[in-house]
């Protein structure tokens, strides 16, 4: 069930960050703007301990952010206990305001706007060949630190 879940976060990130090496500007130059956009997701239970950690991507019009993507399973346990993580000791509260569970996808509110991370801008599957290059972006459970 783990690697299934691994997978299904790994595929989800991939497909929300769509970046193909045919782009006007090189694929590292685009990988390397994207991850400023990626942020890690943590999930304490009502007793304040982690129950659930993951990847996230910042989506929006520009700076501030105030809205973050998310896999629904990476919220699922406590739904009212999420928080992005900023730094060592820097954790934003955020707000679930879309659970789609049949999609595994969960969009975040912030409670607070957030500058320095930039959006990433969402490509459609008419801009994805069989084929090209999909380079996937996140934080993965085993990536404690």
């Known amino acids: 069930m783990r690697k299934r879940t691994n997978l299904i976060n790994l595929i989800f990130i991939s497909l929300m960050a769509i970046l193909i090496c045919s782009m006007p500007v ?14 890690r997701i943590v999930v304490f239970d009502q007793n304040n301990l982690l129950c659930s950690m993951g ?4 989506v929006g019009a520009g700076e501030p952010v105030k ?8 919220v699922e346990p406590n739904p009212y206990g999420v928080f992005l993580v900023r730094g060592t000791d820097d954790l934003v509260p955020a707000i679930v305001v879309g659970p789609l569970q049949t ?12 500058y320095n991370i930039p959006p990433l801008p969402l490509g459609s599957e008419s801009i994805a ?9 996140g934080f993965p459970g085993a990536a404690i630190s």
């Open 67 to 74: 809205n973050i993507v998310t896999n629904f399973h990476v």
């Open 26 to 39: 090189s694929a590292s130059k685009v990988i390397d703007d994207s991850t400023k956009g990626v942020v």
């Open 129 to 137: 060949y069989t084929g090209d290059n999909v380079y996937a972006l």
């Open 55 to 58: 990847s996230g991507f910042a």
């Open 103 to 114: 999609t595994d996808i969960a969009i975040l509110e912030l409670t607070q706007p957030l």
